[in-house]
């Protein structure tokens, strides 16, 4: 009988010490879902605007929609920086989203190399944008730099 109440003080005290494992576990699990929580940060690239501005607008929009607190830079290069000119033919289309977005937070960037092959200016654009010194370069820094999603509309 001693041998029985001894396996069974050993086994409350495995079973004791496999609860305070699963609680630690659990405890680290919460950890892991609170990392998963963090901030999410995506870069949208668009290099050809007839293509994809406005399919990647509603994109982010929707992207906004489901995941409000996300944080979406648009990198714009070669013929990509057109939905962001002031003389844009689908400007009633695109204007709108563009104002929409930004206004949730949407940063747009406009490659500076583009613009002076181009012979553009920083008044050829609509408000909301901002500009980079290289479209390209900026992604990358983004990708490798601060950890943004690639997506490419």
Not at 54 to 59: F, I, K, M
Not at 111 to 118: K, Q
Not at 119 to 141: C, I, W
Request: with cysteine; charged share 20%; glycine share 8%.
């Amino acid at each position: 009988m001693f041998k029985f109440i001894e396996i069974t003080r050993v086994g409350f005290l495995a079973l004791s010490l496999a609860a305070g494992v699963g609680s630690v576990s659990l405890a680290h699990a919460a950890d892991d879902s609170t990392t998963q929580a963090q901030q999410v940060n995506v870069v949208y690239h668009i290099n050809d605007s007839k293509a994809q501005a406005l399919g990647g607008l509603r994109n982010m929009r929707n992207h906004l929609d489901v995941a409000p607190d996300t944080n979406i830079v648009v990198v714009a290069h070669a013929e990509g920086i057109d939905f962001l000119t002031t003389d844009y033919d689908a400007a009633d289309t695109v204007g709108p989203l563009v104002a929409g977005l930004a206004a949730r937070g949407v940063v747009f960037e406009v490659c500076e190399i583009t613009l002076a092959g181009r012979d553009l200016t920083h008044d050829d654009f609509v408000l909301e944008t901002d500009f980079t010194p290289s479209g390209v370069a900026r992604v990358a820094q983004l990708q490798t730099q601060q950890g943004y999603a690639y997506i490419k509309p």
